[in-house]
């Protein structure tokens, strides 16, 4: 095949006179018998682990499908219809109570209210995670500070909007969670960010003060927080001074988070070679525009599955607000329970699975997004 | 502009034609310098004046103190002792004056340093945009000019991840240049780089002196300190042990150390 001038291989002296063209790769056994062979049925010792866990699969899983889906109650008005002997989860309780899950005590006639809302959140969602929207700038500024007045003003009402005022002590469901998480993950994002920046900051002070606040927050509980927040406050604070129950929660999750992701953001930022620095102070870039135009972009990319794995922590945490009195989506599941009408045994589990599966849907997008970014950021090399 | 444009039609000619040193302008003077790392004293007794227009080449072995050296020049270290002035301004603690400097002072590292989350175009654009404050479309236009001086304008959108080492140096180079420094600084532009791609960007650099750029070079290439340098520096110890126009520094070293290393170097 090689054409080699001096003919024998075993030659010293070789000198190549035509340069071999690219080759396509040599074709590979694909197709799914393929693969079944060599990854599972390789071996004896492998065969029988592929039945042991196929068996062990079907075990598990043959009795939560049969409990969940085949076993499951779907039609029905009341508790009785889903009192079966042998029967599963039950389905017509969670279409029935659906609008509670989701509102919690919001008055019925007002739902339109957080409809809106959650149009509105999820357009300018869109626009700002899908790449290649234009006006970035505009969206970003109109989620993080437009649309959370927005969102109090509409859900809230009363005073000059004209609406019927609902008090935050009626909000409550998804909608109380949704509330609790975005607030906690967008407004704990920037704090998180300039807590790890003064952590590694040269100014001692400033060193200190976020050492000091990351430990403080990090080595508390959240329940602790929450609790500090809506039984403890109100005693350290002057007579009369009253804050919102639901601010107070807001205000704990925010700092409780910001102090972890200040710590995942710390670690971006010590991974970024010490040239990158270099780069960008020896081209005359400040401080604040080399941090925000070179080691920030860099850092926070590294550090994307740290920041949602501490969202979906908070996202999950946000149960945790039940201690103080708020009704979130797992709040109302668990109240549900107690529906007149809708008494059977099956009741509580069926509100537990239907909780954990909203949970789990948005969970999983956030996971799936962060990976979708991960890769749309990247340029293929690092530093 | 014209200085480039001179620049291009010169580039073919080589020789010294361009190369004036001025008499009367200092780019850089350095007196009485000291510096620490911790207890180690990194440097002592740095003494040198540099004019306008110089090409220097500073050699020695390595841990003699040679980058730190330049590296004091635009502050990325701080000196203890001493004074270095910079175009007339005194480096000192005070940020203002440090910008200043660096705003006048490009510097090309060994190890490139390009932002890689940054295209070659916006690596170009950012300092002249966020720095001087140039017009975007302004700062593009620039920046394509050196792009092309340097020989890759075809490259001006891609990712320094994709470029090969020697076009990633030469984009350093031309980033360094759309400041329009008056000094240029460089750590070793060529010891990260394989042999084949070492030329492509001593040609560059070469190019840059026949300009009349006053330049400071750490470097292990003595065909360039031959070519384009007026004063070879030798360091070793965190002292400048010897100091010669090149063809004596080559031809007739004195210091017993930089014969050794020079007998180490040049086969």
Not at chain 2, 215 to 229: D, Q, S
């Amino acid at each position: 095949m090689t054409k080699i001038t001096s003919g024998s291989t075993d030659s010293i002296a070789i000198v190549r006179t035509e340069m071999v063209p690219d080759m396509p790769p040599p074709v590979r056994a694909d197709g799914i018998v393929f693969w079944l062979r060599n990854n599972l049925f390789d071996s004896v010792g492998n065969t029988i682990l592929t039945f042991l866990s196929l068996w062990v699969v079907y075990y598990a899983l043959s009795g939560l499908l049969g409990y969940v889906f085949i076993d499951a109650i779907w039609q029905g008005t009341t508790g009785a219809d889903c009192r079966v002997e042998g029967s599963g989860v039950c389905w017509p309780y969670i279409s029935d109570r659906l609008n509670f899950f989701i509102y919690g005590f919001y008055p019925s006639t007002e739902y339109w209210r957080p409809n809106i809302i959650f149009a509105l959140g999820a357009i300018l969602l869109f626009l700002l995670a899908t790449p290649g929207v234009p006006l970035k700038m505009v969206w970003g500024v109109s989620f993080v500070v437009v649309f959370p007045v927005v969102t109090f003003f509409l859900i809230n009402g009363g005073g000059f909007t004209g609406l019927v005022e609902v008090p935050t002590e009626k909000w409550g469901g998804l909608m109380l969670t949704l509330v609790v998480a975005v607030t906690g993950i967008v407004a704990s994002f920037p704090l998180g960010v300039l807590l790890a920046l003064g952590r590694r900051s040269k100014m001692p002070l400033m060193r200190s003060v976020c050492v000091v606040f990351i430990e403080l927050w990090r080595g508390v509980p959240l329940i602790t927080v929450l609790f500090m927040a809506s039984v403890m406050l109100p005693l350290f604070l002057p007579e009369g001074t009253n804050f919102d129950k639901l601010v107070r929660a807001l205000v704990g999750v925010t700092l409780f988070t910001a102090a972890y992701t200040a710590e995942v953001v710390r670690g971006g930022l010590q991974a970024i070679d010490k040239g990158q620095y270099e780069a960008a102070d020896a081209l005359g870039l400040n401080y604040v525009q080399s941090t925000s135009l070179i080691i920030l972009p860099q850092a926070l990319k590294l550090v994307i599955p740290g920041i949602v794995n501490n969202s979906i922590s908070l996202f999950k945490d946000t149960t945790l607000v039940s201690i103080v009195g708020l009704v979130d989506l797992l709040g109302s599941v668990r109240a549900g329970s107690a529906t007149e009408g809708w008494s059977a045994p099956s009741i509580p589990v069926t509100g537990y699975f239907f909780a954990a599966a909203v949970f789990w849907v948005f969970t999983f997008t956030m996971s799936r997004y962060s990976q979708y970014m991960e890769r749309h950021l990247d340029t293929g090399h690092k530093s | 502009m014209a200085k480039n444009a001179q620049a291009k039609n010169n580039s073919d000619t080589s020789g010294a034609t361009k190369m004036e040193v001025s008499d009367t302008e200092v780019a850089v003077e350095i007196t009485n310098m000291a510096k620490w790392f911790g207890e180690f004293n990194v440097l002592k007794d740095i003494n040198f004046k540099v004019m306008k227009g110089e090409r220097i080449v500073i050699a020695g072995p390595s841990g003699s103190g040679k980058s730190t050296l330049i590296r004091c020049i635009n502050r990325l270290e701080e000196h203890q002792q001493g004074h270095i002035v910079v175009n007339g301004i005194e480096l000192t603690s005070d940020l203002k004056k440090i910008d200043e400097v660096r705003r006048e002072v490009g510097m090309v590292f060994q190890h490139f340093n390009l932002f890689p989350h940054l295209t070659i175009l916006q690596n170009l654009t950012l300092a002249p945009i966020w720095v001087r404050k140039t017009p975007k479309a302004e700062a593009e236009e620039i920046a394509m000019h050196y792009l092309e001086r340097v020989k890759i304008p075809e490259q001006a959108l891609k990712y320094p991840g994709q470029l090969s080492g020697g076009q990633q140096q030469r984009v350093a180079i031309a980033r360094s240049l759309c400041m329009n420094p008056e000094i240029m600084l460089f750590d070793e532009p060529t010891s990260a780089l394989d042999p084949e791609m070492i030329k492509e960007v001593l040609d560059v650099m070469v190019n840059l002196a026949e300009d009349g750029m006053t330049m400071l070079c750490v470097t292990h290439e003595m065909g360039f300190a031959r070519k384009v340098a007026n004063r070879v520096m030798f360091m070793d110890e965190g002292q400048i042990i010897e100091q010669n126009e090149p063809e004596e520094f080559f031809s007739n070293p004195k210091h017993e150390r930089t014969k050794l290393f020079l007998s180490q170097i040049l086969h």
